[in-house]
């Protein structure tokens, strides 16, 4: 009984020092999207260095996180070693290129080509076929992303340049019809207001000129609600798109 009660406590143990160790790589993810390798590496160095995460998976994360920030910070050595460990999890791990530096890929290409013989033994152990030969440089993705200034664009403008066609269609013709209502309103109450007060047959009607009035503000508001919406997932779509494509 003794025994099953030391292993139930052994056990609890370990998940809860896995669940810290969960926490300690999401703390150091975000710390990565802030671009503070500094944090990375404190919040990761106790669990990696030794090795305390049970979890493959969690640990290749934490690897390629402390990797990736020692080499933009300069430590280079440092940073191959952390590589070197990641591809022995997983030898095809690849970096991704949209979010790390071309000079970080090119070095983690050159730990698994100095890996090669070391890769292919794990991978025949794993009944896995070996690398591949490298038959050239890795590719880099480049991106073109557009400036905040497209936010302004008017008529579902943003959105096409955004390649949102069907979001900017919608909002296109919201500001279209807000705008239509506008100027029907405006001239329903510029006609009405030119009529005299006094005529037989039908003069100045005031519920008419009021409901000109009514329609030319809500088409006013219509077409500015449009164009403030298509403003602002514009920027935040352009702003999204520069933060995958920036340099960590």
């Known amino acids: 009984m003794g ?24 703390t ?35 690897r390629r996180l402390m990797g990736v920030s020692l080499h933009v910070l300069g430590q280079i050595p440092p940073a191959k070693e952390e590589f070197a460990q990641l591809l022995l999890l997983d030898p095809r791990h690849q970096l991704d290129p949209v979010v790390i530096p071309p000079q970080v890929i090119s070095t983690f290409e050159e730990v698994r080509a100095e890996m090669k013989e070391t890769l292919n033994r794990v991978l025949a ?43 900017g269609t919608a909002l296109g013709l919201g500001q279209v019809a807000g705008l239509g209502l506008n100027l029907f309103g405006l001239i329903t109450a510029y006609n009405e207001a ?31 609600g449009s164009y403030a919406v298509s403003g602002v997932l514009a920027y ?5 798109q520069q933060a995958a494509a920036s340099v960590p």
């Open 28 to 62: 150091a993810k975000n710390a990565f999207e802030y671009r503070d390798f500094e944090a990375v590496l404190t919040a990761l160095e106790p669990w990696v260095h030794p090795p305390r995460i049970v979890s493959p998976k969690l640990m290749l994360e934490a």
């Open 125 to 167: 152990e794993r009944g896995e076929k070996p690398l591949e030969e490298n038959t050239g440089p890795t590719k880099v993705e480049l991106r073109v992303v557009p400036s905040a200034a497209i936010a302004f664009i008017p008529f579902g403008g943003s959105q096409f340049a955004l390649d949102q066609p069907a979001l």
């Open 194 to 224: 030119q009529k005299p007060t006094y005529e037989k047959g039908g003069g100045f009607d005031q519920g008419v000129y009021d409901r000109g009035l009514w329609l030319s503000v809500a088409g006013l508001v219509l077409w500015a």
């Open 3 to 26: 025994a099953v009660w030391i292993l139930l406590v052994l056990a609890s143990s370990a998940n809860g020092g896995e669940e810290e160790a969960e926490k300690a790589v999401v």
């Open 236 to 240: 935040l779509e352009v702003n999204a």
